[in-house]
């Protein structure tokens, strides 16, 4: 079963960094492209960022192009969200998510696997 873990929220103020990270277990990490959404209250969760299985394709959304990176280690079946320039909007939980097929093409469509969430707040 595939489980997915994320960590690295909390509290930042406008303008701050913060790295997400989320580790993968349940199955061989390097053939499944990953990704990372996002959902603020009283809103629909929306795409933020996903990954190639190799890394070698990025997609992001249009608010976070330019400040968010992803990026994975196959080796420690991890995938990453280092965020800077953080602004109020920000504000959220962010989910780890992944798909059933493997060597996808990384879009703006979640898979069926997700995280548990972590709380990022940013303050102004």
């Known amino acids: 079963q595939v489980q997915l873990v994320e960590s690295g929220g909390g509290l930042v103020q406008a303008g701050g960094s913060l790295r997400l990270s989320c580790t993968a277990s349940?199955?061989?990490?390097?053939?499944?492209?990953m990704g990372w959404f996002r959902q603020a209250p009283g809103k629909d969760r929306e795409f933020v960022a996903a990954?190639?299985?190799?890394?070698?394709?990025?997609v992001y959304a249009d608010s976070v192009k330019g400040r968010f990176t992803i990026s994975r280690d196959n080796a420690k079946s991890t995938v990453y969200l280092q965020m800077n320039s953080l602004k109020p909007e920000d504000t959220a939980v962010y989910y780890c998510?992944?798909?059933?097929?493997?060597?996808?093409?990384?879009?703006?469509?979640?898979?069926?696997?997700w995280g548990q969430g972590t709380q990022v707040t940013v303050s102004s």
């Open positions: 349940g199955r061989t990490f390097n053939l499944y492209t």
């Open positions: 990954i190639a299985s190799n890394g070698a394709m990025t």
């Open positions: 998510n992944t798909g059933r097929i493997a060597f996808t093409i990384p879009t703006k469509v979640p898979g069926d696997y």
